[in-house]
């Protein structure tokens, strides 16, 4: 009962993909897709609101696609993690929006480390994906790809980067090699996200949870 639960949530989520809060983003996925046949890109979950976002979760997308077919911080673990972040902070999901850096998934087959054309590749949507969510104003770069795909930004004169004052921050990915260690790094690791998104939180004019 409860995988049957699951999966009729999956298909509830799925079938809301293209509400007006978030269409233009999932729209955006249809379209990266259709470039590079035999790719799967996976879609924004309908919690998140293109009018309302203010922050930008960025992910260095290394492994398999989530069977939910959305966008998400990592495994079930870095998935907990990132929840337990935007809980303490009171960070609600129509205020952040996640996005990878190569937005393309090949089924049946494991994202290994990206090449630097893989990174650049992901460029072009993550412009394309800023234009759509136009009072974001804060990256926040997991992992090592990630920070690299912020740098490129950063680089480009595009008068959107400058107009809205981006800003990013580069911690770590949520999960694999780079989260390894004891506990109490793990704790240092979460310690350090933490205080980048509140830092992203004041910068946008987001209160944190008293």
Known sequence: MTALAT??????????????????VNELCDALQATKAGTSVPYVDPM????????????????????SGFITAGDDEAA????????????????????NVHPWYVPGEANGK???????????????????VPRASVIVAHGTEANRLANLLLKTEVPMIWRRG????????????????????QEEYLAEMHTAYADAMARTGLAKAS
């Open 7 to 24: 999966e009729n949530f999956r298909e509830e989520l799925l079938s809301r993909r293209y509400e007006p809060n978030v269409a233009p």
């Open 48 to 67: 998140h609101d293109v009018d309302e976002c203010r922050i930008i979760s960025l992910y260095s997308n290394i492994g398999t696609a989530d069977s």
């Open 80 to 99: 907990t993690r990132m929840l337990g972040i935007q809980w303490k902070l009171g960070l609600r999901p129509e205020f952040v929006m996640p996005w």
């Open 114 to 132: 990206f090449t630097p054309d893989q990174i650049s590749a992901g460029l072009k949507p993550l412009l394309k994906f800023l234009a759509l």
């Open 166 to 185: 981006l800003k990013t921050y580069k911690v770590r990915s949520l999960s694999g090699r780079a989260f390894a260690g004891t506990p109490v790094r």
